[in-house]
């Protein structure tokens, strides 16, 4: 089975200028963890994700001091978030994203997902345009249909 | 880095090295001599202007050290220190350890629960943690710690991290003289020299919280306008519960056991030299081996995160620079490079031992003010070495060479790793990038005044003699 029968082709995405605090609005909408950043020629230029807003609020220490752990939110915190709403989202989306082919397998994304902890993986077409998204779920269901665990979507 | 820049960077890296080696040729060093000489140059260089490739750079000089014939398979080994390295990744896990059972956050709720705390107050604090904790882990970790905790109390009462964050740099470069355990470089000595850690306790620790006493002194009067505003801050915003909850206090029983082994092992440590005489053991085979016996034990406590304490912990990518710059600054003493330096050295300035101790300190404080100070001592080491043969006491030149190399550190903003890592994290939390010349003015006047003191204390003292 290949990406193209289980992409999901109607791909919500954000553009480089939008704000981030629009931008997190729109994944808290549609309860998704990631959105993929395209240019006005439908071109891929990076993933905002939840993870990269974290990364920013939390202090760039808190993964080298161990165990130090805050009971109450410092006050940091509430000011990066502040800091963050007028600025663009091309300011701490990551920019090397995971991709693949409409033709590659399900085991292939599958395997990608667990290597790259990618939860939502962009599909691109031979002029590197978007043409679909494919999530954990997503593979994850079709081996389920397979296994005919799931009658009908 | 655009390729121009790195084509420039280039050139230079092989003109300095040439220049080195042109004149280790002029001045009377063979053939071999001289390819030590410019291979060991090229590390020098390296750390200085392509500080990312340093590891590759020393793999090949190693590799072309081996080939040219320079020196042979069982001296380059023999060369790389395995004692040192063995001791510093002991070490690595026991912080690891000590940083997962929440030793650091413990520490800092310290701080944080000072009844009536003042600004003097809290300089004092955090320069005095600083400095111990330099002396006892190494001073990455340390100042990792002092610069979150920094960052958050001053971040609680409004003021500008800036000025706290130079002064526990400060604390941090001073402090790691104290014992073996605070800067890779005391170790280093420790092993080449046979200084013991009761030597370090002695000697080295009262000259530490000497220069410490008199920074603190300075940086109070220095920053008063700063230390004016957050006293002002404290009493107006107050240390309240917020204040006291903000970092939580660790799980106890883990914590009292990690406590109790780095406590025995900083006692083992300090005995080291008394129960090697009672064991008959040769010098400083305790010292080394009591982090690695820690260590061991740790892995069996914990064995189901022993391979993360040795994966994520021990930090290789440093260990194994530091093992073939040993092994490159061996080779200078192996091919006789080095013996020709210091007898040059000695026919130039004279065999005054207080002379020679000055040039020491003052050429390594400058000196590890833009290098690496583990470069910097790896390449003074031979050459020490080399005055023992011309019956020179070597005791006060390798203080001269500790002392030198860390309070250095304090010189320039680059001067130390400590300087680096709290530096960047200021302008990665806060977005203060600090300026050059501002660092330099304290820099200037705590690095110049510390060193002087260690100079007069060992022109004077006949303490650092014997």
Request: hydrophobic letters at 55%; aromatic letters at 10%; a positive charge.
């Amino acid at each position: 089975m290949k990406v193209n029968q289980i992409m999901s082709k109607e791909v919500i995405s954000i553009k480089p200028k939008d704000n981030i605090k629009d931008a997190l609005m729109t994944l808290f909408k549609y309860k998704i963890s990631g959105l993929p950043v395209i240019d006005e020629n439908q071109r891929l230029v990076g993933m905002f994700t939840e993870k990269d807003i974290l990364r920013e609020i939390l202090p760039s220490y808190i993964e080298r001091v161990g165990r130090f752990v805050y009971e109450e939110n410092p006050k940091s915190i509430r000011k990066r978030l502040e800091t963050l709403t007028g600025l663009p989202v091309s300011l701490i989306m990551r920019k090397e994203v995971v991709t693949v082919s409409e033709d590659t397998t399900l085991c292939e994304v599958g395997q990608l997902m667990l290597l790259q902890k990618a939860r939502r993986i962009p599909v691109l077409d031979n002029q590197k345009k978007v043409v679909g998204i494919v999530a954990r779920e997503d593979v994850i269901k079709a081996y389920a249909k397979e296994a005919g665990w799931i009658v009908s979507d | 880095m655009d390729s121009k820049r790195l084509i420039l960077k280039f050139i230079l890296l092989f003109g300095l090295t040439f220049l080195t080696g042109l004149i280790s040729s002029r001045i009377g060093f063979n053939t071999q001599q001289v390819i030590s000489m410019s291979i060991f140059s090229v590390s020098v260089f390296a750390t200085l202007l392509f500080w990312d490739f340093r590891v590759a750079i020393a793999f090949l000089g190693v590799g072309m050290l081996l080939l040219t014939k320079t020196v042979d398979l069982e001296n380059i080994i023999k060369f790389a220190s395995l004692e040192v390295i063995l001791f510093l990744m002991g070490m690595m896990v026991l912080v690891g350890l000590l940083k997962e059972s929440g030793f650091f956050a413990w520490l800092i709720t310290l701080i944080l629960r000072t009844k009536n705390l003042t600004a003097k107050k809290f300089v004092f604090i955090i320069s005095i943690l600083s400095a111990l904790l330099s002396c006892v882990v190494d001073e990455v970790t340390s100042i990792v710690f002092m610069s979150a905790a920094v960052l958050e109390i001053c971040d609680y009462f409004e003021v500008e991290p800036t000025v706290y964050i130079i002064i526990s740099i400060l604390a941090t470069n001073i402090g790691s003289t104290g014992t073996v355990l605070g800067n890779p470089i005391g170790i280093l000595i420790a092993s080449k020299s046979g200084l013991t850690f009761e030597d370090f306790l002695f000697k080295a620790f009262p000259l530490m919280l000497i220069c410490l006493l008199i920074t603190i002194f300075l940086v109070i009067i220095w920053y008063r306008k700063s230390i004016i505003k957050l006293d002002k801050n404290m009493n107006e915003l107050k240390a309240n519960e917020i204040l006291i909850r903000l970092i939580s206090v660790p799980p106890e029983k883990k914590l009292r056991v990690s406590l109790s082994i780095f406590g025995i092992t900083l006692l083992f440590i300090s005995l080291h030299h008394r129960l090697e005489l009672l064991w008959y053991l040769e010098t400083n085979t305790l010292l080394l081996s009591i982090p690695l016996l820690s260590a061991g034990a740790i892995m069996i406590w914990k064995w189901n995160k022993a391979r993360s304490y040795i994966e994520k912990d021990v930090d290789w990518w440093t260990l194994l620079f530091f093992m073939f710059l040993f092994a490159k600054a061996g080779t200078l003493k192996y091919t006789g490079a080095t013996d020709i330096i210091a007898k040059k050295a000695v026919s130039i300035i004279g065999n005054n031992l207080n002379f020679l101790s000055g040039i020491i300190l003052w050429v390594s404080f400058l000196g590890s003010s833009i290098l690496d100070n583990v470069v910097l001592v790896a390449a003074f080491i031979p050459i020490i070495q080399g005055f023992q043969a011309l019956n020179l006491n070597l005791q006060p030149l390798w203080w001269a060479l500790l002392f030198g190399g860390c309070f250095g550190g304090n010189l320039t903003m680059v001067g130390s790793t400590a300087n680096i890592v709290a530096l960047g994290l200021l302008e990665k939390e806060r977005g203060i990038r600090m300026n050059f010349f501002r660092w330099l003015g304290i820099g200037l006047v705590i690095g110049i005044i510390t060193t002087s003191v260690a100079w007069v204390t060992l022109l004077f003292i006949p303490h650092y003699y014997r």
